[in-house]
């Protein structure tokens, strides 16, 4: 099984054996489809969270996580930290689709009670429940790396959306989010209800969403494109230390955000521009009915763009650069 995770997770079929023990010791749990729990035989206190696929279509990442979990499985990969892997919305996967009702990474937090008819909300539950257990007892580093790819380009191919945190975050976080290949942080500085927000905000892990570059379809994507963050996320399972040759990424702060209220909603700076575009002090970004989003910084850029999304939700994010 653990050679084709990904294809047990597309059939939604559970193993013969729902655990076991690899050739190199490892010890690993199938928790349910797409939920994959692999831990060494000696105690450690590193406990990372891979997740990929909480948006289904965003086919690389899944298959880069379908390629630690074989190689680790066959030994080519000395697994150095308890490790729970979440393909996160398999039936979408399954389905080839983005999500089935309603985005899944608006849906943690328990945010899912409140759509209870949505196909989302028990897998939303499910997941939830993988991490509190992952985490229940773990001692020492907790980390949760999510794994996506964009819809639109952008400026930096890859970059990090870290979930507000009191605390903030150290170095070693945007070493580790270099080493990954990652050359953009943005920082959000209001809660939300992302997959990495739960983890952060309920389990006290450093959490990170990574965006990393253009979705395809499964065996479409070039996964050479993807090897620096392949080589990092190998480093960071190995428990070796972040690749000195790492640059440290630009960091952003969200200081606006595009609501999106009624269907009048447009974005007047059209909505094919990649992601963190930058706009002058004074232009108009987004209109609805009598609310305007006007630039108020020198600069701003603005992040994820999408005139599309329900009423209600947001259809973009305003971003400036940290000043060094
Ligand atoms: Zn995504």
Redo the contacts with the bound molecule.
Sequence with gaps: MLDDFLAFTLRNQPPVAPSGTTPGGMRWRWLGQGMLEIIPPRAIDTHIVLSAG??GD?TAPIEILRDLVADIAAGRLPLACRLLVLLGNAPAMSAGKRYLDDDL?RLFCGAHRNLPGSAESPRAAALEAAVAAFFANAVGARWHLDL??AIRPSVFERFALLPQREAGYGPEVFAWLGALDISAVLNHRERSNTFTYFSSSEHNALAATLELGKVMPFGQNDLTRFAAVDAGLRRMLTSEAPAQSATQPRIFDVVGQLNKQSDAFVLAVGDTMANFTAYPRGTVIAIDRDERYVVSHDEERIVFPNPKVKNGLRAGLMVVERPV
């Design positions: 909480v948006h965003e990474n996506h790819t």
